[in-house]
């Protein structure tokens, strides 16, 4: 992958994370003349990411600790290199926080790398190639160095990083190769196509690679099953009535649904003409469209079509030959204003990265010279995050609020804010700068819940609050009241107004959904047209999201006893019944946004605590420490496999315990009040020794997920949960 394919040797190109742009956005600048040193530094990283790749396929953000460290030694300050373990978890947090404090952005929140799933950057690429988007020289090689850094020896790409190959992977990947200009007899090219007609052609790529490839016009049109833009004109009343729908579904299938309406379609060029030859085992023109609705390879189904699916695609299908053009026009036409709503209430960044590239393509369609198209374009950047493994298309702009949130609340746990009342500081004024302070514009019409006093899970330009991030925002603003030399600290009202959304958020049965409440009911989910993602349909109510609400609100009351009282105290009992009642018979509780069980029992665990129960009073807590404890390893650690998230019964990671496990692990022991303290201590002894000489911890396996099937990374979990057990460890047990 060294040999670039426009003929540039750019593989000695420095890229900075630029430091000026502020407000939380995250945008990579490539440097050509940056020193030798540094991009020999660069080199090694990248080239270490290449020798281990089948040991760790996440990468360490090594480049940007490059750069950090570089940023200290031009002011002077080498980072102190330990020559021996903590002697105490205490030292050892502070090491942590030292460390970790170098890497904290200008504006306050810590930048991170939350790539993983491998089917989003070629959407972007796809949607480049169509608008005549162009992406830099420099730009290009670093997508194809990601890309060939993660295909597998036999050709292919999984769904993520860590993910065996499917076609779904496979397909969109070599696709985006050759748009960004690896010629079709290159090894690359010629394992992932051998990969393909091994499993059967492009024909079998699961549906949402059916319409990206439709909309580049290698794949018809008629071999999709219907996407209608008349979901968006249906009667509210009507189950599959698009504002009923989980938001992350419904804004997919919203600019999804307006270019299958319109049947828009790249313009022929060469290699189109080229790709239509090499994805097939057939001819394309011999190929019958229709029968490849339902073909699905079989390594990619995760949520097979249900009959109930299978009979609406049928009358779905019958309806488009039929379909009234004054209805399809109308509905186009609604569609295409919930899109620029979307848009412009989110600064052209749109809720994640899948809509932002089809939203692009859908506004270029509707006016390739408009203003909204282009500021389309001016923020692709805000999506693109570059390591040692090259260049990704993340799952968000980033998790900027979510990370630096829990950052601020581990330090503090250390008990050692006054010795980095800088860092404190900073994070807390991005915390306040992120809270969002006003509703989006005819919020009812365009289906959002209310915005006013929630936080988001990245930037305020963003703008859609989320439960758990508002909860988790909130917590990190109440932290701050106790600090008499913390500055700009949130009025009341403003708390007021966060609490506001959180009990706006709760749901009839007590728990909390993510982004808005839940609209429908389960059996929707028969519906579920993905094929490779679960629980899409509708808002679930979650562990995660129902305790960090309960948590938040009891540190709420007990600042502010007198604001609502009597409801928010309804609000935390109600969300304690809710998370009671969904605690697995063996005592966990399963994590839907981390890997899994190590990660749903800390939440539930801390739900507990909060409304002040613990293992000597309480049989929920004892059954949770008990399945906790069940899974510690010989070495005191923890460690679960992604598997976990897939499989929705305990995996254990074959390879070794993992930091990030272990944290939660012991955070949960260490909320409960377990009595056995040996358990603890050898889960703590464990995170000293894994720590590093400079007070890192290495990147290990992914640790996110999305939808049960789908993995992503959060590269700051490694400092911040140490740092929390550790702290907390050290306020509760050592002293």
């Known amino acids: ?119 989003l950057l070629p959407g972007l690429v796809i949607t480049c190639y169509i608008t005549g988007t162009p992406l830099s020289d420099d730009h290009r090689f670093e997508m194809i160095r990601y890309l060939s850094n993660h295909q597998y020896p036999d050709g292919g790409w999984g769904l993520h990083i860590e993910g065996q190959p499917t076609m779904f992977g ?189 939203n692009m393509l859908a506004v270029w369609y509707d006016n390739p010279n408009g203003e909204a198209f282009r500021k389309h374009q001016e923020r692709i950047v805000d999506y693109l995050w570059l390591a040692e493994d090259g260049m990704k298309m993340q799952g968000y702009n980033g998790s900027q609020l979510w990370d630096t949130a829990f950052a601020m609340q581990a330090i ?31 919020n009812e019409h365009y289906y959002r819940h209310i915005s006013k006093g929630g936080w988001p899970f990245s930037t305020r330009d963003h703008g859609w609050p989320i439960s758990d991030c508002t909860a988790e925002g909130l917590k990190a603003a109440l932290v701050g009241l106790d600090m008499p030399w913390l500055q700009d600290k949130l009025s009341p009202q403003r708390f007021y107004d966060g609490v506001n959304v959180i009990l706006s958020f709760q749901n009839p049965n007590g728990g909390w959904a993510t982004y808005e409440n839940t609209r429908d009911e389960t059996w929707l989910e028969a519906l579920n047209p993905s094929e490779v993602y679960g629980d899409i349909m509708i808002d679930y109510t979650y562990v995660e999201c129902s305790s960090a609400c309960v948590q938040a609100l009891s540190k709420f009351a007990k600042k502010f006893p007198n604001h609502r009282t009597k409801e928010v105290q309804h609000s935390i009992d109600r969300g304690i019944r809710y998370i009671r009642s969904i605690q697995r018979a063996d005592g966990s509780w399963i994590g839907s946004w981390g890997v899994c069980f190590t990660y749903g029992c800390w939440f539930g ?86 720590q590093q000489r400079d007070g890192d911890w290495a990147q290990e396996d992914i640790s996110g997920v999305f939808n049960m099937n789908c993995m992503i990374t959060y590269a700051n979990y490694r400092n911040i949960f140490p740092i929390w057990a550790l702290g907390h460890y050290t306020a509760h047990y050592e002293k």
């Open 170 to 358: 496979t397909a969109l990947n070599y696709v985006a190769l050759r748009i960004l200009g690896v010629k079709r007899d290159d090894k690359r090219a010629e394992r992932a196509r051998q990969w393909i007609m091994e499993h059967g052609g492009a024909t079998s790529v699961p549906s949402w690679g059916k319409f990206w490839l439709a909309t580049l016009g290698v794949y018809d049109w008629e071999g999709l099953n219907p996407v209608p833009p008349e979901l968006w004109v249906a009667p509210y009343w009507l189950p599959l009535f698009a504002g009923r729908m989980w938001c992350h579904c419904r804004v997919v299938y919203l600019p999804m649904g307006y270019i299958y309406g319109k049947r828009h379609t790249a313009a022929i060029t060469p290699l189109i003409e080229s790709l239509r030859e090499e994805l097939y085992t057939q001819p394309y023109s011999d190929i019958d469209w229709v029968k490849q609705r339902n073909n699905i390879n079989e390594i990619d189904l995760y949520t097979p079509h249900s009959k109930l699916l299978k009979f609406v695609n049928k009358l779905g299908g019958l309806y488009e030959k039929y379909a009234p053009r004054f209805l399809r026009d109308w509905a186009c036409r609604e569609c295409m204003d919930h899109i620029h709503h979307e848009d412009e209430t989110t600064k052209y960044i749109d809720i994640g990265p899948v809509n932002k590239a089809i």
């Open 1 to 119: 992958f060294l040999a670039h394919p426009v003929g540039v040797f750019a593989t000695m190109v420095m890229w900075i994370l630029d430091q000026t742009v502020g407000e939380g956005r995250q945008v990579w600048r490539p440097v050509h003349n940056a020193p030798v040193h540094v991009e020999r530094a660069a080199e090694r990283a990248r080239s270490l990411f290449r020798e281990n790749i089948g040991e760790a396929r996440n990468s360490a953000d090594r480049i940007y600790r490059i750069q950090c460290q570089e940023q200290l030694r031009a002011k002077g300050i080498e980072l102190p290199r330990y020559s021996s373990p903590a002697p105490t978890a205490q030292e050892a947090a502070r090491r942590g926080v030292r460390f970790y404090e170098t890497l904290q952005m200008d504006d306050g929140h810590w930048p991170g790398d939350y790539g993983g799933p491998m089917f």
């Open 412 to 442: 503090v746990s250390t008990g050692l804010e006054d010795e980095f009342r800088t860092v404190v500081q900073k994070s807390h004024d991005y915390v306040n700068y992120s809270q969002v302070q006003e509703d989006v514009d005819n």
């Open 605 to 690: 665990m801390e739900a507990l605590a909060a409304a002040g129960y613990s293992y000597e009073d309480d049989d929920a807590v004892r059954r949770c420490c008990d399945f906790v404890v069940s899974k510690q390893r010989s070495d005191g650690s923890w460690g679960e496999s992604y598997l976990s998230c897939v499989d929705r019964e305990y995996r254990e990671n074959k390879k070794s315990g993992q930091v990030v496990n272990t944290a939660w692990a012991l955070l949960s022991l260490m909320l409960a009040k377990y009595p056995h303290r040996h358990v603890i201590d050898g889960g703590i002894r464990y995170l000293i020794q894994m």
